[in-house]
Every structure is written in structure tokens, then in C-alpha cells.
């Protein structure tokens, strides 16, 4: 088993930073990649960006290129997301997870999930 537990949501205006931290626990060995994803009220759940735990590979997705930041501490087993020049539609509950994905992007690739945290951006 692997626990996931996010922190670093919060209140921001548009224009601001945030900086998510997701700490990891258990069987880490067991996953390869750490993801985060987003999920808006009504809409689905979307990827984020995602880096994995060797070799340090990063994927973003187009709407936070440029502006979101994944980063990663081995030796903490701490992952991070930093956001800057955050927008109104960038509000959503940020999950981090973690497994074996073949496809870093698709959700049903990640076996452990934290419970999330709140990103509201006002504007």
C-alpha cells in the first residue's frame, strides 16, 4: 500500500502562486510515476502533470505548460506542483497519485490517490 496526503491548496487571485506538496508513504518502490491531476465542479477529472521517480521525466498538460512546475525529493518521497500566473479555471480539488501507468495522462493508470486539495483562484 502506498498513502498519499496533499497539502498547500487554498485561496489565490488570478495572477498568484500556490505551491502543492504531496508526501509520500508505504510501498513506494512498488509505483514508478507521480502524478497530479484536477477535477472542476461538473467536469472530469484531467491530468495535470506527472514526473517519474527515476530519471526524472516530466509531462504537463498544454493548459499548464509554461506556468505549472512538477518537481520531485527522492529522498523525502515529496513531490511538488508549483503554479504561478494562476487563472480563474485553474480552480478545482488538485489529487496527487501514484503507480505504474503505461500512459502518464489517462487516471485509470494510477493505483493510489491522496484525498485532495482545494485551488480556488478568484479573479
Known amino acids: 500500500q502506498v498513502q498519499l496526503v496533499e497539502s498547500g491548496g487554498g485561496l489565490v487571485q488570478a495572477g498568484g502562486s500556490l505551491r502543492l506538496s504531496c508526501a509520500a508513504s508505504g510501498r513506494t518502490f512498488s509505483t514508478s510515476v507521480m502524478g497530479w491531476f484536477r477535477q472542476a465542479p461538473g467536469k472530469e477529472r484531467e491530468f495535470v502533470a506527472a514526473?517519474?521517480?527515476?530519471?526524472?521525466?516530466?509531462y504537463y498538460a498544454d493548459s499548464v505548460k509554461g506556468r505549472f512546475t512538477i518537481s520531485r525529493d527522492n529522498a523525502k518521497n515529496m513531490v511538488y506542483l508549483q503554479m504561478t500566473s494562476l487563472k480563474p479555471e485553474d480552480t478545482a480539488v488538485y489529487y496527487c497519485a501514484t503507480g505504474a501507468p503505461i500512459y502518464v495522462g489517462v487516471s485509470s493508470g494510477y493505483k493510489y490517490w491522496g484525498q485532495g486539495t482545494q485551488v480556488t483562484v478568484s479573479s
Open positions: 514526473i517519474r521517480w527515476s530519471g526524472g521525466s516530466i
